[in-house]
């Protein structure tokens, strides 16, 4: 993972990235995938005496899980769901072994840039992203005002016991855990929603055109293996909607800390971006997950000749990508708009 | 609009621009704005005896239609809904006629883009893009096969005359159709579903991490004013799924071309993309747009002093913008498959 | 002319683009091309009541002195040291009417951004950038400071006409405009070498690795028309040295504007940039300018199926390029230190 | 170093990055630093079966010779020639050991590209790259055609021993060895020229405007540390010449491979570039590299706080740069050539 742009000064270290690549972690719980990874960066570049350096920062994670296995049930059958048909297509070959470049390892390296990410947010604006999971199958969370929602309660539960699915609201969280557990023991997978929030976000970033806030924070979370949707604010359920209903009303605030009026919106149907814009109010992003590509049952494919075949994709899977997917999906909030302060910071006069 | 990279030779004339910019223009039917507009396009450069050169490809429309009016009403107050209040914080001021670059009058660039990028991709690949509306409130039209849904009909009714809300689903129009002029009535807007399907894309298009077909499609269809959703595939429905009935099975055809046998899926839940990769199934992708902004009626708001105010936004506006976003729709999703095309074409060794 | 991320609130008129379009525009004194354009520029976007809006700005700049003469002398022959063969290479086809895109009337353009950059960086940090002819034939200009020199001693001569060759050294620069005409009535051109000088640039602009200022500021040079050779500080000349001749020696001064000591070099073989990054002395480079192609004398060459001919460039060339390079080359480094000083601005912690 | 967009299918193994590594390594003559680096590369993802998947291409090259010296006499002071200042004036601070980012230990990376981006111009159209030593001092080589140059007169002298200082004329080879060594024992160093030579590169290379071939080449190369001046073809001594001497006359040669009739040029003093845009004759490209900074004798300089002092940069530096940059001088041009190959091939209709 190589950062370039990052500011100088800020303090980093292995520790750090740990807090999230931890979350990320395979074998954390029953519900994820078995796989053993320590998940251990090693800081190339760019750190010094524990300070960022402003050059190009390169963290190195290895993995160490790489069963040398026998790949010949699947290296000429195309897994249904996965990227095996699109890269051979693409590239005439592929490499076979756990999905090559499609895997979704790489998502490793993402989340330790979140880390860093989240670092530049919180040192220029105090700005925080907090992800859960929302739904899993037909199970959806309520949330109430989800800039309410806390890392702890993503992460742990009233009783102090790990919230293994990182859903806050806690039946729904049981009812998930459930159903995970059920579909898991089907040797079947199922789908979920995450919902990711940014809270202290200055009003201004996103360009006016391209380059809109939700244009890039759909990119990065569409760039992320099993999303098959994103939305923000009321997003799809819009559709439903009266611009009489829609529409935010502003109103101003006595400042919290003190200086000119706050324009705020009274609800945030808008999800803090207005003309891809943020508006200063939280926001909120939804991504759509489908459900895993590998299952243990036996799947009718072909082969790379094209002849019929099946296949069991024997393995250590996760039963549903949502739980692992929040610190991702934060990471990649934190990552545009890190990206976005950089870019108003530049383009602002003094 | 300026285009960088576009193949020498296509042959591009100010009449194959129309086709697509009349499809946008203003005043089409009762069902938009009755601003007017004549879209006339002026190529300034980049064509040369009626074919692209390779070269930079200006093409410049003029807005006509800005009526001299007076914006006192409208300059300090900040429209619900509207970039008004985001530029103002990000710039620290705006222009504050008709939206200034908030405008989306900036989609007619897009939609002119939009027909050089067809042409592209029609002459690489054979390639088509054809989009309609989905969804009105509440009305859900049903089309069968997207890959079937042809440009006639999305722009004409069987008994010939224009389908006004471009809808191919002829019952649901008319139902739509009606909800629209409703809505106008009451001085109101409302949102909706636009899909759009590309047909006859090779496999192999797109990078395989942040540069995904699917990212860059989401990106480009999120940069579009009041796109607040976008999925493919299943997409959101996704969530609700299995694995074993998610997954779309592999199969190998008689190529109709007559060539090697054809790897096709039997459904297509992936909505042509796996891995971030188009699969050679038809791309079927779904925005989700919201009510216009801009009400008749009156709303409350605040001044950019703070001072509660009401607005009402007189003028020409759109009760419903799903209509008019087909074509741009349609625009940005040929855009990025030619982009995606021109990267195949030149990582592939001959 | 787009350009994209300018700073909100710049005052902007079309008076201000026009110093230095006159400057660069054809007919404006015997040592040019007496073709006539009257370069004004349109602004079509990105200000609004005399400031920059921070949104895209376009400036539109027409051709109008294009004689629809005969081309078909030239349309099939290729003219030495013109892109009209490597044109027809690249793209199958090419444009002859006045060389298409390779036409050095593209740098009208340039001029046009230069002017809004060097408000960007004289309003930023007070940057300014000077450039004048330092060696035309074998003449070569003493200069003795480069950063000394002014804007009026290039535009002028003491006694108050015309510095028409733009040569500070006015000895030489009487010398030059007399070879220069000599070359002319000859039918013949003649090259040079331009000197370009940013004064005032704050130590810190540039990238440590790829985007070194040393390597955009070359890449801007080189983008121009008959740019073939860019060196900075001691340049070529530095072969010749030892480290201990070329290293400068720094030196802390008090600071002219009352702060901190500021360290400085005694000397400024460096040019200004270490490491690839500006050091706060100033910016001195220089690029040489090969003799104008278009020749009205009789040249050898072929046609396009590789028939030999001759050919004679009628029309109305310049018969050396340094008298109008320099508000363009003066562009470029404004435009390069624009952009990389909004880059140092976004990065740097408040 | 992390490659991305490489075509898929190329051999690829460490034994070929060796090749030209070897040819940058410390410690390889009495010419160069006495440091010691195996500069053995692990290639991390990208290549599977030993040939590259198309994916991102990773290469990690450790460094190994870092000596936990004590650097407390010089992580105050300001080295002359070096980055410390700008660095510091950049970043707020800096890593001070052996130069942190700004040390040209980062172009091990480059020269590990340079072999990729070699093997992807031999297979998409046969291309080579030779780089040699043109001018060490005052001592400038006669090398006759450019073109004609061979890897094997660079890299060993007619007797079979190796040539260390990399000119292809030995008389002048000798003459620069001796002067190296005695600006060695002067505790000094020297600069020069280096002339990097591609061979069979097609016409058509370069885009029209910024990113012109000549541009995106001298930008590379001034990327690189310790250059400080680019030119190519006649280059500077242009400057001096009439069009009518300077042009290249067109002719048409039967084409040697049996096709149609092949234009070329009767000399080549426009270096392979006309408007930008490679011509299919040798592109000839000159950079001027400053003699080393480092010296081991003392020099007066100043320290953060701006107090003055003297420093001496013990250590194992080069005498003079020009042996080892050549390797890297050619990746460079091997790299930008590559990927001009991969724009035209995509932008070109099959």
Redesign the interface.
């Given at each position: 993972m190589?950062i370039?742009?990052?500011?100088?000064?800020?303090p980093l270290s292995v520790e750090d990235l740990l807090v999230d690549l931890d979350r990320r972690k395979p074998g954390q719980s029953r519900l994820v995938t078995q796989r053993q990874e320590s998940d251990t960066p090693e800081i190339?570049?760019g750190v010094?005496e524990g300070?960022t350096?402003?050059?190009?920062l390169a963290i190195?994670i290895r993995n160490e899980d790489q069963r040398s296995r026998d790949y010949s049930n699947i290296k000429d059958k195309?897994r249904?769901?996965?990227?095996d048909?699109?890269?051979d297509?693409?590239?005439?070959?592929?490499?076979y072994?756990g999905g090559?470049?499609?895997s979704a390892r790489?998502t490793v390296a993402r989340v330790a840039a979140g880390v860093v990410a989240k670092k530049v947010i919180a040192?220029?604006f105090g700005g925080t992203v907090v992800g859960y999971v929302k739904?899993?199958?037909?199970i959806v969370a309520q949330v109430g005002e989800p800039e309410a929602v806390t890392l702890a309660q993503v992460e742990t539960f009233p009783d102090g016991s790990p919230n293994i699915v990182r859903c806050p609201d806690v039946p729904r969280a049981q009812e998930m855990i459930e159903l995970i557990d059920r579909?898991r023991k089907?040797q079947?997978?199922?789908?979920?929603?995450s919902e990711i929030v940014a809270s202290h976000v200055?009003?201004?970033?996103?360009?006016?055109?391209?380059?809109?806030l939700?244009?890039?924070?759909?990119?990065?979370?569409?760039?992320l293996?099993a999303?098959?949707?994103?939305?923000?604010?009321?997003?799809?359920a819009?559709?439903?909607?009266?611009?009489?209903?829609?529409?935010?009303?502003?109103?101003?605030r006595e400042n919290p800390s003190g200086g000119?009026?706050d324009?705020r919106?009274r609800s945030n149907r808008?999800?803090g971006?207005?003309?891809?814009?943020?508006?200063?109010m939280p926001i909120v992003v939804r991504a759509?997950?489908?459900?895993?590509?590998?299952?243990s049952?036996e799947?009718?494919?072909?082969t790379d000749a094209?002849?019929?075949t099946t296949i069991v994709t024997k393995g250590r899977h996760d039963p549903c990508l949502l739980p692992r997917f929040v610190p991702i999906g934060e990471a990649m909030m934190a990552i545009v708009l890190a990206d976005h302060y950089?870019?108003?910071?530049?383009?602002?006069?003094?």
């Open positions: 190589i370039d742009g990052c500011p100088a000064g800020l190339l570049s010094f300070r350096t402003g050059t190009s190195l195309y249904p769901g996965h990227a048909y699109t890269y297509a693409k590239y005439g070959f592929r490499d072994r090559g470049r499609s790489e040192d220029a739904q899993v199958g037909s579909v089907d079947d997978s199922i789908g979920g929603v200055p009003a201004g970033l996103g360009e006016p055109v391209f380059d809109k939700k244009a890039d924070l759909a990119k990065a979370l569409f760039s293996p999303v098959v949707g994103v939305e923000y604010g009321s997003g799809f819009s559709a439903l909607q009266r611009g009489s209903e829609h529409n935010d009303e502003f109103f101003a000119a009026r324009i919106t808008h999800g971006m207005l003309g891809g814009i943020s508006s200063g759509a997950i489908k459900p895993t590509s590998s299952l049952r799947q009718r494919t072909v094209g002849e019929e950089l870019r108003l910071r530049g383009q602002r006069r003094a």
